[in-house]
């Protein structure tokens, strides 16, 4: 799985009655590590020198840009809006249930959860950078994205020219190297994954919770001065939302009621949204909402059941086994022009995509889809598992696409069984090397089973970028 960084921040912000700093809300009960996020002090003095200075040259084919908008669902219908097809269902339904319950939230007890968003947008306290590598930007099948956490240069901060068009940006370190996600782009549009996102959402009184993002997705309209249109998606394993989210909310629903100084049981005003959610989660009736009471309440444990297949056992096999296993969540965004140090394409993300995988037997599965790889020191192997899972057999093509450099970057590619006793293989002299498995213009379609590929140098010297293309076709009759 690919991994990106995004911090986004749900923070249910100018709803509670209590103190500033959520009323002390704590939960004796939960057991949550929490990250603190503060908002960068502007108080630097002037004499300090920027951080950083335009221009700043990325190399060729880099397309940079700075998230100036988050959007997070308000309602039902934008959750839908916002929602990707995660679990890859014919249908192409979007998935989006997280979205749903936020925006019920919101809705509901009148969380102001967009207005946060936006503050920590405007405020330059969270910065989202995104680099595109793509020799096109109208049509490419060979388009990477990173997503990673930037950091204003401006010393003093002042976030009032983030969104300008052309402002430079540090990358955090702690995110630089993270792998990008690959696919392509078709009249403008951006459609990239699967891969992993990471998203760290704050309640206020409690600070950030990391929840990793699977089967993530990004789409958008790309042209040369933004993204518009865009959209983040993917899904939570049920073990975090339990884990993770479900004490978080625990905690800020105490701190939501916080303020509430009435004696059991009647804790807050009458008629008040305060004793509406108290009503609904303080099953003791002793004016405060613990992690177990959230925890075990008939409503949400309905709420945040899993919605998505996402995994067999534990290997990402959307679909497979029909067990739902994880809670989608989608958010819209659009971005700017951005100046930053290029992210995407360096050999420090697109080596260790993947990576171990030089044996059969550490052979990551990867479905359908294209990806952006390299055979980066010589002597180096990759090995990729699929499976072929629906009708009677599956017509299956394999490419990779790399240059082969005068035989400096050749590369080979061949097609085993899962126990690695080899199928078919594919060694020429050019920039492509393909297997066919369709039963027309190539070998016989492959029956249902797992199988595994591999890409290696023609000798010890070899190394090569290459995009690898799977595709898997299912023959439904005989």
Do not use: W
């Not at 945040?304 to 996402?310: G, N």
């Amino acid at each position: 799985m690919n991994r990106l960084s995004l911090v986004l921040v749900l923070a249910f912000a100018g709803v509670g009655c209590g103190d500033d700093d959520g009323g002390g809300g704590g939960n004796p009960d939960a057991d949550v590590v929490f990250i603190d996020a503060a908002i960068p002090d502007a108080s630097i003095p002037d004499a300090q020198p920027q951080l950083c200075t335009a221009p700043i040259d990325p190399g060729p084919n880099h397309h940079q840009f700075v998230g100036n908008r988050f959007l997070l669902p308000t309602t039902v219908s934008k959750a839908n809006q916002y929602g990707l097809n995660i679990d890859g269902d014919k249908q192409d339904r979007p998935d989006n249930a997280l979205g749903s319950i936020l925006a019920t939230l919101g809705s509901q007890l009148g969380f102001d959860i967009q207005g946060a968003m936006d503050g920590q947008i405007d405020s330059g306290a969270l910065i989202y950078l995104f680099d595109v590598l793509s020799a096109d930007i109208s049509v490419s099948k060979s388009t990477l994205l990173s997503l990673v956490q930037g950091q204003d240069c401006d010393v003093p901060l002042d976030p009032i020219d983030n969104f300008s068009g052309d402002e430079p940006f540090l990358v955090a370190e702690a995110t630089a190297n993270d792998a990008p996600l690959s696919g392509g782009i078709s009249g403008g549009s951006l459609d990239l994954g699967p891969g992993e996102v990471t998203i760290q959402i704050s309640f206020p009184g409690v600070g950030l919770i990391e929840l990793p993002l699977v089967g993530a997705r990004i789409v958008g309209d790309l042209t040369a001065t933004g993204i518009t249109d865009g959209r983040i998606g993917g899904a939570i394993k049920e073990e975090v939302i339990n884990t993770t989210f479900i004490p978080a909310l625990a905690l800020g629903l105490q701190a939501f009621v916080s303020g509430c100084t009435g004696a059991p049981p009647n804790c807050c005003a009458p008629g008040s949204t305060e004793e509406t959610v108290l009503s609904l989660f303080d099953e003791d009736m002793d004016c405060a909402i613990t992690q177990s009471e959230v925890e075990n309440n008939s409503l949400i444990s309905a709420l945040f059941a899993p919605d998505v297949d996402l995994f067999n056992g534990d290997t990402f096999e959307p679909r497979v086994d029909g067990i739902n296993d994880s809670l989608s969540l989608g958010i819209g965004f659009t971005a700017v022009g951005a100046q930053f140090e290029a992210v995407v394409g360096s050999t420090s993300n697109v080596c260790t995509a993947y990576e171990p995988n030089e044996t059969l037997a550490t052979a990551p599965t990867i479905t359908a889809g294209t990806y952006q790889l390299s055979i980066c020191t010589g002597g180096d192997k990759d090995f990729f598992r699929f499976a072929v899972t629906d009708g009677i057999a599956g017509a299956v093509d394999i490419q990779i696409d790399f240059d082969n450099n005068k035989g400096a970057g050749d590369l080979e590619l061949r097609l085993y069984d899962s126990t690695g006793m080899l199928i078919d293989q594919s060694m020429g002299f050019g920039d492509v090397e393909s297997i066919t498995r369709d039963g027309l213009t190539g070998g016989e379609p492959l029956a249902i089973g797992e199988y595994v590929l591999e890409v290696y140098g023609f000798n010890a010297a070899v190394t090569s970028d290459y995009q690898l293309t799977l595709a898997i076709d299912p023959i439904l009759t005989d």
